[in-house]
């Protein structure tokens, strides 16, 4: 599995530093590596559905014991070959949407590196792996939805997406280390074969998951970025947010869900109030749009929360269903960006109120647009009709309520896709300039969408090619298939309540004109409330204004308060495990009367430099504090630090002899104030305690008996010195060299203008 990651980042790397050069191949070239996924995915096929995990593991860092495992299991396959069909589709077509140029490699560069993080991220085995692959699909994001950099709109809608699906990973990572610590792995499949026990810590822990998973399929209220993210290029509309991206969230909930129950009893009742409430407001909000994208992303995201509904919930019938729904939903939803997209180059614009009469002049494409259409509004014989059976007969188990509101957010899905068709290939009538194509699509803008779609509609016909992988696919989940797949199921509730949310949605599709009226009132009574953008852009001004009342409060230009917050956090931090070993420390002895005059003298010049107000005098009792601690390291049996003290002294006094004669001969002490009162007692306390602990007994053995024994026959020396100077503790030593070098300048810097000055009287 590592290789295809590799052969991902090396036709990145490719794309984007030879852009000069790929030119109009840069597409075709990028296609490879989706291509190689659907190739390798299609080689073990046969032996992962039959249950046979393909697993590897890659040594990051072996002196931490860091590895990247990588499992790939019937659901892994499934999403795996999602990102591998539809990239190469996608892929194929972008080199007919786009011209060339180095932007555009760079563009298709970013794109194999999306796909790369995608595959690394459903095959990860470890939960900081999954993390880092997650992550770098929304940085990757960010540069496809930013592309067009000088676009305010672009970097704004980047941005954005960034910052929600950002947060929402941190929060994600909190969760996955907090899971990990408590499981005692940081290994997926043995978390999920041994999940942790409920508890407040693992409570919280599934709660920081279900945000990261939330903010990336775009679950209500983190669904705003989704539409905002439009403003990239449509071939990035179609491969990043309708197959692939979006689904990671999906991905996610899917694969934790039953250990995610077990840990917390709310999993499920937050799973379906999110996910009902993004069906209705994504379902809701499509209706309202009159750009074609748009009508997509909001469509997109309402068919997210019946995903996020059925995969998160943990129960085996509607994971199925929410399994086949994500197979489905990537090919028809793609298929149909692409539809937009190739509308967009032939006739100029978005507006559905502008185009008329695309049937005629687009038939072709028009055809696939209808079967990805029916898909996307399960009617019968399409993928999107079978996989929303499976999910309906699991619904119709959960009881009336779950089947009542599903059914009624579906009714919502039909209208749209009536709004979606009608208006961006019927005949225009609403008194707007019409927009004609000015010639058919090119084939590459024609074929990968109808494609796509067709696939829908034989899948659909024949559900017998994608069960075993659906069936294998939520056997690795839930341990069983309770689902299937079939153009008929029969006469049972799950088809009245499909056949009814079909009926009425048709019914508003042809009295879209009444309802588009009523629509427009209800939504001005709504739109007077906060929308998810404003929110947003409220939020990122708070946090502006809060960041610089901050700065101006902390960074105030003080000497004295920057180093009293210095100190005060060094104290504060370490202090409870400080206060902890002291009482567990034995107190050191006393000594004898040579110490304790040491110590006096110490004492006493510490306590007279504090209230001394001669300059001159407060550097003679410097020294003494200095050569103080230079005699105690000397009685002590340090003779080593004892000269050190004693040189640094004096190079210290005769430094201050050289520059007071240039400054006043007193100085006055600012008043006294309780704050630096206490930071001055606290710091004196905690470096009290902490001699105290550190010379307290050590439980553990000492270092210099394995120098002893490892110098000669390691090093090859037999002073031991001298080998921890220049081979154990090397770099110790090459940092004291260094400040040794940098006092030496500075000494220098100081001493050479006087001594300029004395020569020159």
């Known amino acids: 599995m590592a290789w295809l990651l590799a052969v991902h980042g090396l036709l990145a790397l490719v794309l984007v530093v030879g852009r000069s050069r790929v030119g109009r191949w840069a597409f075709p070239v990028a296609a490879l590596a989706p291509l190689a996924v659907v190739v390798w995915a299609g080689s073990v096929a046969a032996g992962v559905i039959d249950g046979r995990p393909v697993t590897s593991s890659f040594e990051w860092v072996p002196a931490l014991e860091l590895t990247i495992d990588f499992r790939v299991d019937a659901y892994s396959l499934a999403f795996l070959l999602l990102v591998g069909v539809a990239g190469v589709a996608i892929f194929l077509y972008s080199s007919r949407y786009f011209g060339s140029g180095p932007r555009i490699a760079t563009f298709a560069g970013t794109m194999v590196a999306f796909a790369g993080a995608m595959a690394g991220l459903v095959t990860a085995d470890h939960l900081i792996a999954?993390?880092?692959?997650?992550?770098?699909?929304?940085?990757?994001?960010?540069?496809?939805?930013?592309?067009?950099?000088?676009?305010?709109?672009?970097?704004?809608a980047a941005l954005h997406a960034a910052l929600v699906t950002g947060g929402g990973g941190l929060a994600m990572l909190g969760g996955l280390v907090l899971l990990a610590e408590q499981a005692g792995t940081y290994r997926i499949s043995e978390l999920l074969a041994d999940p942790p026990a409920a508890s407040t810590t693992v409570g919280l822990a599934w709660a920081l998951v279900l945000v990261g998973a939330a903010t990336k399929s775009a679950q209500v209220p983190a669904h705003g970025w989704l539409p905002g993210a439009m403003a990239a290029p449509t071939p990035a509309s179609a491969f990043l947010h309708s197959a692939t991206m979006v689904k990671a969230g999906i991905f996610l909930v899917g694969r934790l869900a039953p250990a995610a129950t077990e840990g917390a009893g709310w999993w499920t009742g937050a799973i379906v109030a999110i996910g009902l409430a993004t069906m209705v407001l994504g379902g809701w909000r499509a209706l309202r749009q009159?750009?074609?994208?748009?009508?997509?992303?909001?469509?997109?995201?309402?068919?997210?929360?019946?995903?996020?509904?059925?995969?998160?919930?943990?129960?085996p019938k509607l994971v199925y269903g929410g399994i086949a729904l994500v197979v489905a939903h990537g090919l028809f939803k793609s298929s149909l960006f692409m539809t937009v997209g190739a509308i967009d180059?032939?006739?100029?614009?978005?507006?559905?109120?502008?185009?008329?009469?695309?049937?005629?002049?687009?038939?072709?494409?028009?055809?696939?647009?209808?079967?990805?259409?029916?898909?996307?509004?399960?009617?019968?014989?399409?993928?999107?009709?079978?996989?929303?059976?499976?999910?309906?007969?699991?619904?119709?188990?959960?009881?009336?309520?779950?089947?009542?509101?599903?059914?009624?957010?579906?009714?919502?899905?039909?209208?749209?896709?009536?709004?979606?068709l009608l208006g961006a290939f019927g005949r225009h009538h609403d008194g707007h300039e019409p927009a004609i194509a000015e010639a058919r699509p090119k084939s590459l803008l024609l074929w990968p969408p109808v494609v796509l779609a067709a696939a829908g509609i034989v899948l659909g016909v024949a559900p017998g090619i994608v069960t075993p992988l659906v069936d294998a696919a939520a056997i690795a989940v839930v341990g069983e298939a309770a689902g299937k797949l079939v153009v008929w199921p029969g006469f049972v509730p799950a088809l009245g309540w499909s056949l009814a949310s079909l009926a009425v949605g048709i019914l508003l599709v042809?009295?879209?004109?009444?309802?588009?009226?009523?629509?427009d009132r209800f939504g001005e009574v709504v739109g007077r409330g906060p929308t998810a953008e404003g929110v947003f852009r409220s939020s990122v001004s708070g946090l502006i204004t809060g960041a610089d009342r901050t700065s101006g409060l902390i960074q105030n230009g003080s000497l004295p308060f920057y180093v009293g917050v210095i100190v005060s956090v060094a104290v504060l931090l370490p202090s409870t495990a400080f206060v902890r070993g002291l009482l567990d420390a034995e107190i050191p002895p006393l000594g004898g009367p040579v110490e304790?005059?040491?110590?006096?003298?110490?004492?006493v010049s510490a306590v007279s430099l504090v209230l001394i107000r001669r300059r001159f005098a407060a550097v003679i009792l410097l020294g003494g504090v200095g050569y103080g601690l230079a005699g105690l390291y000397a009685v002590l049996g340090g003779p080593d630090l004892a000269l050190t003290q004693l040189l640094v002294e004096t190079l210290t006094i005769a430094l201050f002899a050289l520059v007071l004669r240039y400054l006043p001969a007193g100085f006055d002490r600012p008043t006294a104030r309780v704050g630096r009162v206490v930071v001055a007692v606290g710091v004196a306390a905690f470096v009290f305690i902490a001699g105290l602990v550190a010379l307290g007994p050590r439980p553990f053995e000492p270092v210099s008996a394995t120098f002893v024994e490892q110098a000669l026959p390691d090093a090859g020396g037999r002073n031991v010195v001298n080998v921890i100077l220049v081979d154990f503790r090397a770099l110790d030593?090459?940092?004291?060299?260094?400040?040794?070098?940098?006092?030496?300048?500075?000494?220098?810097?100081?001493?050479?203008?006087?001594?300029?000055?004395?020569?020159?009287?």
């Open 130 to 156: 999954l993390f880092l692959f997650w992550e770098l699909t929304t940085i990757t994001s960010y540069l496809l939805i930013g592309f067009e950099d000088r676009s305010a709109k672009a970097r704004s």
């Open 290 to 315: 009159d750009d074609l994208k748009l009508l997509l992303a909001f469509g997109t995201v309402s068919q997210l929360g019946f995903f996020f509904l059925l995969a998160g919930s943990g129960d």
């Open 345 to 420: 180059k032939q006739a100029g614009t978005r507006d559905l109120r502008r185009l008329s009469g695309l049937a005629r002049s687009m038939p072709v494409l028009f055809a696939g647009a209808v079967a990805a259409t029916a898909s996307m509004a399960a009617v019968p014989l399409t993928l999107g009709f079978d996989a929303k059976e499976a999910a309906f007969d699991g619904l119709v188990a959960e009881g009336v309520p779950l089947i009542g509101a599903a059914a009624l957010a579906s009714v919502l899905t039909v209208a749209y896709s009536g709004r979606f």
């Open 510 to 519: 042809v009295g879209r004109r009444p309802v588009s009226g009523l629509l």
């Open 596 to 603: 304790a005059i040491l110590a006096v003298v110490v004492v």
């Open 733 to 761: 030593t090459l940092g004291e060299i260094t400040v040794l070098v940098a006092a030496a300048l500075g000494v220098i810097a100081l001493v050479l203008p006087l001594a300029q000055r004395i020569r020159s009287r």
